[in-house]
């Protein structure tokens, strides 16, 4: 059983910056990865960024030079760090975490949700 808190969403305006947090608690695996993905209004949920326990990163080509991913393994919380923000960056972002034993089978969980608007 897994937990997962989400913080930092809210309003800003073109160019600005926000970063996200999003906490896991409970049973925790040895081995987890953990990511953002954003849905806009009328668009499908889309990969974001990722990253591994191990510090292995990913980011959509939208977002590079703009976003950074890390995460903090004692406090099991992942960062967003947006930067630039365009109004195309508008969406709710989920956390998305995955953890296993090793060699055990993945569990995924995911995030309530929170809203990144970027306007004037």
């Known amino acids: 059983q897994v937990q997962l808190v989400e913080s930092g969403g809210g309003l800003v305006q073109p160019g600005g910056s926000l970063r996200l947090s999003c906490a896991a608690s409970?049973?925790?695996?040895?081995?987890?990865?953990m990511g953002w993905y954003r849905q806009a209004l009328g668009k499908q949920r889309e990969l974001v960024a990722t990253?591994?326990?191990?510090?292995?990163?990913n980011l959509a080509d939208s977002v590079k030079g703009r976003f950074t991913i890390s995460r903090d393994n004692a406090k099991r919380t992942v960062y967003l760090q947006m930067n630039s923000l365009k109004p195309e960056d508008t969406a709710v972002y989920y956390c998305?975490?995955?953890?296993?034993?090793?060699?055990?089978?993945?569990?995924?969980?995911w995030g309530q949700g929170t809203q990144v608007t970027v306007s004037s």
């Open positions: 990253i591994t326990s191990g510090g292995s990163t």
């Open positions: 998305n975490f995955k953890h296993r034993r090793a060699y055990g089978p993945w569990y995924d969980y």
């Open positions: 409970g049973n925790i695996f040895s081995m987890y990865a």
